[in-house]
């Protein structure tokens, strides 16, 4: 398979990784660009998202959101924003990166805060908390699980999504993949292997490091009673697009 | 058509908008509704195509998988991998072997639409309740018929959110497909990027993929209405 040798090759070569375009350098330009649109994502859903759960109003504008944003392709997205006002260069990208990590990352924080036990709220209602204090004490903590698990969730698919930016020239790994196919499959599939590679592996190493972030993030209270969210409200049988 | 990524764009230098480069254009429309509708035309194709085969492959690895216990974990766990890894990365593992044709494209989309096809059949296949599974037993159902006229009918809404999910997700999937020349809509969306950003191109090509996963969701909704009678008493 001399497709996969030259993919080792590749690999091999330290001016692959060192160049000014190379995989470090690209890996750094991934990272950020994601953690900027997870940052972005996070600010906006996660005080929407839990005052939403608080006064137990929106499910259906949520769930209708997560329907729409499934219909629309990121790559078009990915194109569009840069035509508007926001011009060229990083912040289109982290925009249109961060508008697909809100739906998951809204639904999780909105079902968290819905589903603490009504009695564990009539409790601390009948203690005399006021809404802010039941929000802050209460509902805030039970709901972290779901927190965690939402930004889980949204990080992969914002980081395995930040590769289609290379299709509007934006920077990150995906850039590997598609410089590979601009110098033709016989020139740059090792190349385009490599690349497919290095985010795959990204990728699932992120997933796995959050998974350890999603555990240590529950409280301790919780841990004991195997107080988990099953599933995700986001549902996460979407593929990354 | 490989090399489309060679647009040359200079971060934070915004594009003058001008008064010739409309987002919405009849102009555009009147002229190239041709070449319009053959990438609908394939768009709808390659959806369909991978859908189905999908479902055929997925169902059955569902039923397995409920069948025997011991299998799920191995294959939610392959399909949970599979569905962490990007699809730009996905089709640069397949190009280099499969080469630039239509056939990359539709096995990373098969291969998506599985994973959402097996996790919401053997959802529905779970959510069948044991005591009418029970009941069927003591009927005297074999396992064949209990399968075939007991359980899978009451998983079908399972199934049918599969496939809607699958269908809504691989209409925008296709667009990636674009890197090997076969993205349907995608490639008029990302052409019309590369010739010089021509937005009317890229907002008809964009309309048309949400319209068309929007139609196809519709007509996935009807269709089971139309297979489980029984759920339109609920809703109406």
Redesign the interface.
Known sequence: MT?IHDAILWLNDPLNWTNPNGIIARTEEHLWISGAAVGLACAVSWPVGVWMGHVGRGGPAVVAMT?LS???????LL??L??T??????PAIILALALFAIPPLLANAYLGVREVDPQVRDAGRGMGLSGWQLLRSVELPLAVPYLANGLRIAA?QV???A??A?????GGL??I??????L??NAG??Q??A???L??LL??LA?GLLVLVERAALPKALRRTDHRPPRSAA??????? | M??????????????D?GPGNPWFSWDYLRQNYGTLLAALREHLLLTLVAVAVAALLAIPLAVLAHRFGRLTGTILGVTG?L???????????L???T??QPVTVLIGLVL??L??II??TLTGLRQVPAEVVESARGMGYGRAALLWRIELPLALPGIMT?LR?AT??T??????G???GY?GL?DL??G??NAN?Y?AQ??A??LA??GL??VL?LALILVGRAVMPWTRRRTA
């Open positions: 497709i329907n499934r219909a629309v392709p990121t790559v078009a194109t569009i840069p035509l006002v926001i011009g060229f260069g990083p992969v980081l395995a999504t590769t289609l290379a299709y509007v020239n934006g995906g850039m993949i598609s410089r590979g196919f601009g033709g499959l599939g090792g385009v292997l690349g497919g590679l985010v795959a990728c699932l997933d549902d996460p049988i979407t593929p990354t697009p | 490989p090399s489309k990524v060679s647009a040359f764009v200079s971060a934070g230098a915004a594009y908008p991998v569905y962490t890894i990007p699809s730009l990365a996905l089709f640069a593992f190009a280099p072997f080469g630039i998506y639409a994973i959402t996790r919401n599969g999910i809504v997700s209409v925008a999937l296709v667009t990636v674009e890197l090997v993205g995608g969306i990302i019309g990027f950003f937005r890229v907002m090509a964009t993929c949400v996963a929007l969701d």
